[in-house]
């Protein structure tokens, strides 16, 4: 039973546009949920994180919506660019941190046009 | 700081043989995991240790075992590879989870074939 779920493999969006990577969840127990960037041939790199106790983290270009009510997440990338290409993995975390695990969705490619 | 470095990049090994991948962190993080990525797939736990001497299984614990004899280093040994075995390897540690800080930082990955 997938309990992070990212229904969407890829994404194109134009340069300067906005780019919206969208994460469901199922279980409600998890408190914090991540972003993660990965290049190819790369290791996963931390973007942005929100608690379960907030609706909204902004970061930069990188804003993180939460919805409780709908279980439901969203990255928003604006304004894009092409070195946003990626692939995002969306996180959450359960067991309130004591063991740190992790429960990650299966990514979405984003591919950002010039 | 080389922050999760992973050793080897990259290994070809046939059916039966056995290895192991050695994940080594300096930021002196009390928890580490193992993952594997499969295409289509995403990140799944293999095993995982909130502390030296501390293992536990994750979510795929299948035909692996793990040691962390020391609290910078967490190995990940296969005593008999299966061709299902293939896939890319990530090495995480982080701070324990009841610090704020709780984001897990990733190694550069292993790519490991079995034939």
């Known amino acids: 039973d997938q309990q992070v779920k990212q229904n969407s493999p890829s994404l194109s969006v134009q340069e300067g546009r906005i780019s919206i990577l969208n994460c469901d969840y199922t279980n409600s127990m998890f408190d914090y949920f991540l972003w993660y960037k990965k290049y190819p041939a790369e290791g996963p790199t931390f973007l942005i994180s929100i608690s379960s106790i907030k609706d909204k983290n902004e970061d930069g270009r990188f804003t993180v919506f939460l919805n409780k009510s709908a279980k439901h997440l969203s990255l928003h990338i604006v304004p894009s660019q092409p070195g946003d290409s990626a692939v995002y993995f969306c996180a959450a975390r359960k067991d309130g941190g004591s063991q740190g695990n992790l429960i990650f969705g299966k990514g979405t490619k984003l591919s950002v046009k010039p | 700081n080389a922050g999760v470095t992973q050793t080897p990049k990259f290994r070809v090994l046939k059916t039966g043989q056995s290895m192991t991948l050695l994940c080594a962190q300096d930021?002196?993080?009390?928890?580490m995991y193992w993952y594997r990525q499969d295409p289509g797939m995403g990140l799944r736990l293999i095993h995982y240790?909130?502390?030296?001497?501390?293992?536990a299984k994750g979510e795929v614990p299948d035909g692996y075992n793990v040691s962390r004899l020391k609290k910078q280093n967490f190995l990940l040994g296969l005593e008999s590879a299966a061709p299902s075995q293939t896939s890319v390897y990530f090495c995480?540690?982080?701070?324990?989870?009841?610090?704020?800080?709780?984001?897990?930082?990733f190694g550069p990955g292993t790519r490991l074939t079995v034939l």
């Open positions: 930021m002196n993080h009390e928890y």
């Open positions: 995480a540690s982080s701070y324990s989870g009841w610090r704020e800080s709780h984001e897990q930082f």
């Open positions: 240790s909130v502390g030296e001497g501390t293992t």
